[in-house]
């Protein structure tokens, strides 16, 4: 059976990020967004809370690790993907724009439909002419819905079937 590489396949038509080394664990985190009014309690004393809504699920991946050591080229071309993915908006054409889309895949699973929230790297080994041959990434990725389709004027009447299709209770539908 050949080895299946995670990767960042490309939603929105930019370039898909293959990992050259699949990491060593996933990180998920979800939290529920609340609102705790100041001085407002129960009979029993007790903070009044109102749970707003779920927020989006975080993948946390530590420790990539990205290596042209053998190849004596520069870290730095595949090292570009992922820094290409937070610097979309810095200038030029892409300023103002949203950020590329990707889902996350590693073999047969799609876990998340995401963007990356942050990315830190570390350039961990050098040629002798000082050329970077291997690094360490740290991604974090945040969850995003599928685009809502335009619709035609009027109020959709959901059925309870379609409301429970588009529940968030799952990593990716």
Same mark, same amino acid.
Request: with cysteine.
């Given at each position: 059976?050949?080895?299946?590489?995670?990767?960042?396949?490309?939603?929105?038509? #930019? +370039?898909?990020?293959?990992?050259?080394?699949? &990491?060593?664990?996933? $990180?998920? =985190?979800? %939290?529920?967004? /609340?609102?705790?009014?100041?001085?407002?309690?129960?009979?029993? #004393? +007790?903070?009044?809370?109102?749970?707003?809504? &779920?927020?989006?699920? $975080?993948? =946390?991946? %530590?420790?990539? /690790?990205?290596?042209?050591?053998?190849?004596?080229?520069?870290?730095?071309?595949?090292?570009?993907?992922?820094?290409?993915?937070?610097?979309?908006?810095?200038?030029?054409?892409?300023?103002?724009?949203?950020?590329?889309?990707?889902?996350?895949?590693?073999?047969?699973?799609?876990?998340?439909?995401?963007?990356?929230?942050?990315?830190?790297?570390?350039?961990?080994?050098?040629?002798?002419?000082?050329?970077?041959?291997?690094?360490?990434?740290?991604?974090?990725?945040?969850?995003?819905?599928?685009?809502?389709?335009?619709?035609?004027?009027?109020?959709?009447?959901?059925?309870?079937?379609?409301?429970?299709?588009?529940?968030?209770?799952?990593?990716?539908?």
């Amino acid at each position: 059976m050949p080895l299946e590489k995670a990767k960042l396949m490309a939603v929105d038509g #930019g +370039e898909d990020i293959e990992f050259m080394y699949n &990491p060593g664990e996933l $990180s998920f =985190s979800r %939290s529920v967004e /609340i609102d705790q009014a100041p001085g407002a309690t129960t009979e029993a #004393g +007790e903070n009044k809370t109102s749970f707003k809504h &779920p927020n989006p699920y $975080s993948l =946390s991946i %530590s420790g990539l /690790i990205l290596d042209t050591y053998e190849d004596n080229s520069s870290v730095l071309i595949p090292l570009g993907k992922f820094t290409k993915a937070v610097e979309f908006a810095s200038d030029g054409e892409g300023k103002g724009q949203r950020p590329p889309i990707y889902l996350f895949t590693w073999g047969g699973v799609k876990y998340l439909r995401c963007f990356i929230k942050s990315l830190n790297f570390k350039l961990t080994l050098f040629l002798p002419d000082g050329t970077p041959v291997r690094a360490t990434v740290d991604l974090s990725l945040e969850q995003v819905d599928a685009p809502t389709p335009a619709s035609s004027q009027g109020t959709p009447n959901p059925s309870a079937s379609s409301r429970s299709a588009s529940s968030r209770s799952a990593f990716l539908r």
